[in-house]
């Protein structure tokens, strides 16, 4: 497949990025759970702690901003959870596509070109029996294969747009949530199911904005950064941090580079795509006959030329040979953060499969 060339270096020459730029970019890696986070925030790009809040309440009402909240790992929450691909006849595709949007564990679900025309991620909890759930939406919403495609080893999530525009294709840093963080045998306390049903919420962007969840938890600012520290080193809290809407923030296009590296070298392969600053998303994936992809990884941008540009610059660097594929997105069906512990799941589940999970 061929895709656009990745551009020439072009950071010496970019003029440096505004303080509000830096700020954007700043509160999608994490914001510190302390009275006034913000304020620390702006004095690190060098704004006060209000002409911060005006920005953040401005790109919030501009639908810049979707939220800010705590991103939770839902393996070690106890969750099972998994991409899953579906093929579909055409015409019979949106309809299709909304039975599956009913499943409250369902987040994400779009349209992609390929014969696997519909993607979706979909999480439940310990007790459930995901390929039970996933089974019934086959069945209910007339899809011809699904395929589960859960994840094997992720050597990357965090999604970080670059507000500046300045960035090279071909940055890197290192990951900062990988397999390694999660602890697959952590026990959830009562006080970390509380903390997830009052962190998982929008919160708001005011000087304190942890005050409403401190209170609720009958705990101090100081007790309650003591605990996400706790919930932090178990991998159960990957951080708390600002979410931007794709679309609204200029970033139109996705591209999911699928590769087809061999078992021997993923461990490697994968490392080294994880360390690409535009890939959001990596993980290994499971192959199935029709299906040869190994490696999976997620890239943004304002153009399909910028999307496609970065996985070629992926491409050149990492996998020169490789066959490989760029999926990419038609129409988006879902996109909601995965909330925990909702009643409205178990509601579908007895529904449907006549358990309570």
């Known amino acids: 497949m061929t895709a656009p060339a990745a551009p020439t270096p072009q950071a010496a020459h970019a003029p440096e990025p505004s303080a509000r730029e830096q700020l954007l970019n700043r509160i999608q890696r994490d914001i510190p759970i302390v009275q006034r986070p913000y304020a620390r925030l702006a004095e690190e790009v060098g704004l006060s702690e209000a002409e911060a809040l005006a920005i953040l309440r401005?790109?919030?009402?501009?639908?810049?901003?979707?939220?800010?909240?705590?991103?939770?790992?839902?393996?070690?929450?106890?969750?099972?959870?998994?991409?899953?691909?579906?093929v579909y006849d055409e015409n019979h595709l949106d309809a299709g596509a909304e039975v599956v949007n009913t499943h409250p564990g369902v987040s994400h679900n779009y349209k992609r070109n390929h014969d696997f025309n519909l993607w979706y991620t979909i999480?439940?909890?310990?007790?459930?029996?995901?390929?039970?759930?996933?089974?019934?939406?086959?069945?209910?919403?007339?899809a011809?294969?699904?395929?589960?495609?859960?994840?094997?080893?992720?050597?990357?999530?965090?999604?970080?747009?670059?507000?500046?525009?300045?960035?090279?294709?071909?940055?890197?840093?290192?990951?900062?949530?990988?397999?390694?963080?999660?602890?697959?045998?952590?026990?959830?306390t009562d006080l970390d199911r509380a903390f997830v049903l009052e962190f998982q919420?929008?919160?708001?962007?005011?000087?304190?904005?942890?005050?409403?969840?401190?209170?609720?938890?009958?705990?101090?600012?100081?007790?309650?950064a003591a605990h996400a520290e706790k919930m932090k080193a178990a991998g159960a809290l990957r951080r708390v941090s600002a979410v931007f809407r794709h679309q609204k923030a200029g970033f139109t296009f996705n591209a999911m580079g699928v590769w087809a590296v061999p078992q021997e070298q993923v461990a490697e392969v994968g490392r080294q795509m994880a360390e690409f600053k535009a890939v959001s998303h990596c993980y290994l994936r499971p192959t199935y006959p029709e299906w040869p992809y190994t490696i999976f990884t997620m890239?943004?941008?304002?153009?399909?030329?910028?999307?496609?540009?970065?996985?070629?610059?992926?491409?050149?660097?990492v996998a020169p040979?490789?066959?490989?594929?760029?999926?990419?997105?038609?129409?988006?069906?879902?996109?909601?953060?995965?909330?925990?512990?909702?009643p409205e799941f178990y509601a579908w589940a007895k529904e449907y499969l006549g358990t309570e999970a």
């Open 299 to 317: 890239v943004h941008g304002r153009s399909k030329e910028e999307a496609f540009g970065k996985i070629k610059a992926i491409e050149e660097e």
């Open 201 to 224: 919420k929008d919160l708001p962007v005011t000087e304190e904005p942890y005050a409403e969840a401190c209170a609720a938890l009958g705990l101090s600012i100081d007790e309650v």
């Open 58 to 86: 401005e790109v919030k009402a501009e639908g810049v901003l979707r939220q800010v909240s705590a991103i939770f790992d839902t393996r070690t929450l106890g969750y099972q959870s998994s991409l899953v691909a579906a």
């Open 123 to 142: 999480a439940v909890p310990p007790e459930s029996n995901l390929e039970a759930h996933v089974q019934k939406l086959h069945e209910l919403s007339g």
């Open 144 to 188: 011809r294969l699904t395929r589960l495609m859960p994840t094997l080893h992720l050597f990357k999530i965090g999604v970080e747009f670059d507000m500046t525009g300045k960035e090279d294709w071909n940055a890197k840093a290192k990951p900062q949530y990988t397999s390694e963080q999660r602890n697959i045998g952590y026990q959830v």
């Open 321 to 342: 040979g490789i066959d490989h594929a760029i999926l990419y997105s038609t129409k988006e069906y879902k996109k909601i953060r995965l909330e925990f512990y909702k």
